[in-house]
């Protein structure tokens, strides 16, 4: 269903997004990975994962899903989006996980960007280390019971913390996973 | 929470987007619009609207909840958000809604854009035009069982359609709505 690609034509171009147009419609990339992956991560007592980090677009701390780009690390030519997303649950927040699933994939923003992002169901968890992110990311890590979740992140946004509109696609896919 | 906002530089502006960079972090900001809305909309007979069309930046067809620019048509300065969900909701699938109620606000991709979209839950629907969308717009509605909704994306998938991320929020919105 997916006809050949019209050519793209590049406008702007940083390390990180590329501002592009194709067959008159102009819309952004991201430049240094190949693929976005996101972690629905339950622990045996039934505790979501989630991480809260300041974002510049929006200029306020924002709660997620633990997320990631895929092969955008020195020597991760390659990698697959499972492996990332082993790699971002254990750097974000300290956990590994003994089940690894790939569950959806959708788009994000379709009128504005290519970006695609795959969600994985984690579950089997382990603590093995502090987590908190890679150099330069301060990340906090909420463990919160999936029971509670909504009256959670509505005391989050309270405070004037922003909530990612895909942290409820990974709530609903938990929820519905069998 | 939110700190004052550092001074914002345009790197390139079109008539739909900006690219631009703040304190040294590069995204996209949307030139036309004041919101985006998105619409889970339920008919009584438990019936969820979808709206699929052909998404230039992933070069495909996608499924997606109706959704919209807010303040973005001639005369339309100073629309309000529910305003404009009761107008989009109407452009794209020709159903009035007696309940337009604004239920979740979330930010689109912290990483790479500004977007915020605001959801809202529809409900008392009844159809009064074709719908369809504006000049321009080729959108095919589908009214899909809430019950049935995991294996019927599952189908569309198969025939090479991409699927919307927050097209499951919705869904969750919906089905946590008493």
């Known amino acids: ?36 992956i996101a972690i629905a991560a339950l622990t045996d007592e039934g505790k979501l994962l989630l991480v809260e980090q300041f974002r510049p677009p929006v200029n306020a701390k924002v709660i997620e899903l633990p997320a990631g780009l895929v092969g955008d690390e020195p020597g991760a030519d390659g990698e697959s989006l499972a492996d990332a997303a082993h790699r971002e649950l254990l ?42 992110g890679v150099a330069g990311e301060k990340i906090v890590i909420h463990e919160v019971p999936l029971a509670e979740i909504d009256a959670w992140l509505w005391g989050r946004e309270q405070l004037g913390i922003k909530l990612d509109a895909r942290l409820l696609t990974g709530v609903y896919l938990l929820q519905s996973d069998t």
């Open 1 to 36: 269903m997916t006809p050949p690609e019209p050519e793209l034509r590049v406008l702007t171009s940083t390390k990180y997004l590329r501002f592009v147009a194709r067959d008159g419609w102009e819309f952004v990339q991201r430049a240094n990975c190949t693929a976005v």
């Open 91 to 132: 750097e974000e927040t300290g956990y590994q996980a003994n089940e690894m699933r790939e569950v959806f994939r959708g788009v994000t923003s379709a009128g504005m960007t290519d970006e695609t992002i795959t969600f994985f169901i984690a579950r089997g968890l382990r603590r093995i280390a502090h987590g908190g």
